[in-house]
């Protein structure tokens, strides 16, 4: 919806503006669409990779977070590291695989990586203040998770609550 602009006439009281029920009807669309708008902007997503054996890789994405984002909280239902990627470049993520939980990321390798989180069992992670993220690649509309297994084989489920900073690109 585009901004509904209240007339006010040519001068004072002139009669040729927006009667009072006019104007108040653009007021409350104006500010029924800001109020929507801001609840847009948290966003939850859950999702799940396919079947991945104890300590094997998987790729999972995300589609409901814009191109600039700001991470709140990273959630996984079992013993798993996750790494958050602004790149869906690969060969950035496999060459962080063999890098160490907590270790640095090496800056001369550009590995891309937004946020980690070990998890040892169902539990979650905040990241207070949050951090801010976004995707390096114009004209993709997803977000990029590797997730490493670390409990029995099996699915793992990843869910990221975020808030949008800007639309998608």
Do not use: W
Not at 43 to 69: K, R
Not at 85 to 108: E, I, Q
Request: hydrophobic letters at 35%; glycine letters at 10%.
């Amino acid at each position: 919806m585009t901004k509904e602009i209240i007339s006010t006439g040519n001068t004072a009281n002139d009669g040729t503006g927006d009667t009072l029920r006019s104007a108040g009807i653009k007021i409350n669309s104006n500010f029924t669409e800001l109020y929507s708008h801001q609840r847009d902007k948290r966003v939850t997503e859950v999702q799940t990779t396919g079947t991945l054996n104890t300590g094997n890789n998987g790729i999972i994405n995300f589609t409901t977070l814009t191109a600039t984002y700001m991470l709140k909280s990273v959630a996984c239902n079992k013993a798993a590291r996750v790494g958050i990627y602004n790149s869906l470049v690969s060969a950035k993520m496999d060459s962080d695989t063999g890098r160490a939980f907590g270790t640095p990321v090496d800056s001369a390798s550009h590995v891309g990586l937004i946020a980690e989180s070990l998890f040892v069992g169902d539990s979650s992670r905040i990241f207070a203040p949050g951090v801010v993220g976004y995707r390096d690649s114009d004209g993709i509309h997803q977000q990029v998770v590797k997730v490493r297994n670390d409990a029995a084989s099996g699915t793992v489920q990843v869910t990221i609550k975020a808030v949008k900073l800007e639309d998608s690109i």
